[in-house]
C-alpha cells in the first residue's frame, strides 16, 4: 500500500459543485499540504497543516478550504468549483527529515 | 521570503551529462531537496544537499554551494527514462522548514 493515499485520482465535475478531495497517510508524519499544480507550472501551496490543532493557508488558498479529521487525514475542499481549478493536486506529508516531502499519486481534476 | 530560480527547459542526447542549475535566495537555509517528477505523476525524492560539496548516488549527483546559493544536479550516462522535470527545493528554518519549490526544469532526452 502507498505511503500516502488521495482520492480519487480523476474527478470531473461541473461549474458550481461542491468537491472534497482526500488524503491519508501512513508515513505517522504530523506535518501535512496541499499543492496545486498546472501545466508546465511548478508546485503552488493551498493549505497546510503541522498538527491535528493546526490549520494554515498557502499562497492560494481562496476557493478552497481544508479539515484535518486526524494525524493521517487532511482533505481538502473546494466549496464551488471554477473552471480555473481545474488541475492536479498533490498531497504531501513531512517530518522535517532527511526525505523532504513524500508525495501522493495526485488527483487531476476537471471542472467543466 | 524566498526566490529559486532553475531554467525552464533543457534537451541532451542519451548517453550524455546533463547539468541542472538552481539558484536560490533565502533567510533561513536548512537544506536542498531535489525531486524527479514524471509527466502526471507524484514527484520523487532524488537527493538532498544541506552541506557545501557532492553528494554522489549512482547516476546521479548534486552539489551545493551555500555562499552562493547554487546547487546543481548532474545526470550521467542519461536515459529516455530520464525524461522528466526536475523541481529544486529549498528548505527554511524561518519558515517553519517548509519546502519552497522551484517551477522545474523540464529535461527532455533524445535518442
Known amino acids: 500500500d502507498a505511503d500516502v493515499t488521495q482520492t480519487p485520482r480523476n474527478r470531473i465535475t461541473k461549474t458550481g459543485k461542491r468537491i472534497m478531495l482526500e488524503c491519508s497517510q501512513t508515513?505517522?508524519?504530523?506535518?501535512m499540504y496541499w499543492y496545486r499544480q498546472d501545466p508546465g507550472l511548478g508546485l503552488r501551496l493551498i493549505y497546510y497543516?503541522?498538527?491535528?490543532?493546526?490549520?494554515n493557508k498557502g499562497e492560494i488558498s481562496d476557493g478552497y478550504s481544508v479539515s484535518r479529521q486526524a494525524q493521517a487525514k487532511f482533505s481538502l475542499s473546494l466549496e464551488s468549483a471554477i473552471p480555473n481549478q481545474t488541475a492536479l493536486y498533490f498531497c504531501a506529508t513531512s517530518d522535517g527529515g532527511y526525505y523532504g516531502y513524500t508525495f501522493g499519486s495526485g488527483t487531476r481534476l476537471t471542472v467543466v | 521570503g524566498q526566490n529559486i530560480d532553475q531554467p525552464t527547459e533543457m534537451t541532451a542526447t542519451e548517453g550524455a551529462i546533463v547539468q541542472i542549475n538552481c539558484t536560490y535566495q533565502t533567510s533561513g537555509f536548512n537544506g536542498l531537496f531535489w525531486y524527479q517528477q514524471h509527466a502526471g505523476e507524484a514527484p520523487t525524492f532524488l537527493s538532498y544537499n544541506v552541506l557545501d560539496g557532492l553528494e554522489e548516488k549512482g547516476r546521479f549527483s548534486s552539489f551545493l554551494s551555500r555562499s552562493k546559493g547554487y546547487s546543481y544536479l548532474l545526470l550521467k550516462e542519461l536515459q529516455m527514462k530520464d525524461s522528466a522535470s526536475y523541481l529544486c527545493a529549498v528548505r527554511d528554518r524561518n519558515a517553519g522548514n517548509m519546502l519552497t519549490f522551484g517551477g522545474g526544469t523540464r529535461l527532455m532526452v533524445k535518442p
Open positions: 497543516s503541522f498538527d491535528v490543532k493546526d490549520i
Open positions: 508515513k505517522g508524519h504530523d506535518r
